[in-house]
């Protein structure tokens, strides 16, 4: 069950963590250039939390 509770737990930060931006991207519907880099900041915090949820996970899984 704390397996389930970890993972469960990290992708709900891995989703608001790529949404904030999204929307922030969204506000800003006239400026490409700022929903450009919003995407992109999107897509880096995205990347970052799963990559760091899967290194924690792994790092985790001998004491289950």
Partial sequence: MNLLNYLATALS???????????????????????KYYWKMSCLFGGITVA????????MLPFF
């Fill in 13 to 35: 930060i891995s989703a608001v963590m790529t949404i904030i931006p999204f929307i922030l991207g969204y506000r800003n519907k006239g400026n490409e250039a700022k929903r």
């Fill in 52 to 59: 760091l949820g899967i290194a924690a996970l792994v790092l």
